[in-house]
C-alpha cells in the first residue's frame, strides 16, 4: 500500500514557464524534511510506493504521472474543482531547507 506524502515545495526554473519541468518536490514527512528529483518523484509514485499529493487554494489534489506529447514524463495533480495549478502555485523550497 502507498504512502500518501504532501508535495509543499517544487523547484522550478523558469518559475512561470507552464512547459519546462518542476526539476524538484520535497517537503516535511514525520517531522523530517525530503527533497528529491523529479526522475525519482516519477519512480516512486509508478511503483505505488508513495502517492504524492499537494494542497493549494484550499483544495488537496492527487498528483499522478502524466507524458507529453514528446514522451517526456512530469507530474501533474488530477483535475479538481479549483482552476488553481495546484503544483505551479507551491512555493519555492526555503532558502535553508536541509535534508
Known amino acids: 500500500m502507498a504512502t500518501n506524502i504532501q508535495i509543499q515545495f517544487i523547484h522550478k526554473i523558469p518559475r512561470q514557464d507552464r512547459y519546462h519541468a518542476i526539476q524538484e518536490v520535497g517537503g516535511v514527512y ?18 505505488n510506493e508513495w502517492k504524492f499529493f499537494a ?31 495546484n ?3 507551491l512555493p519555492e523550497f526555503p532558502a535553508y531547507f536541509p535534508v
Open 30 to 47: 514525520n517531522g523530517k524534511n525530503w527533497r528529491i528529483p523529479l526522475h525519482a518523484a516519477i519512480t516512486h509514485a509508478q511503483s
Open 55 to 85: 494542497a493549494a487554494g484550499g483544495q488537496q489534489a492527487w498528483v499522478e504521472v502524466a507524458k507529453s506529447p514528446s514522451g517526456s514524463q512530469y507530474l501533474k495533480t488530477e483535475r479538481d474543482t479549483t482552476t488553481v495549478d
Open 87 to 89: 503544483l505551479l502555485s
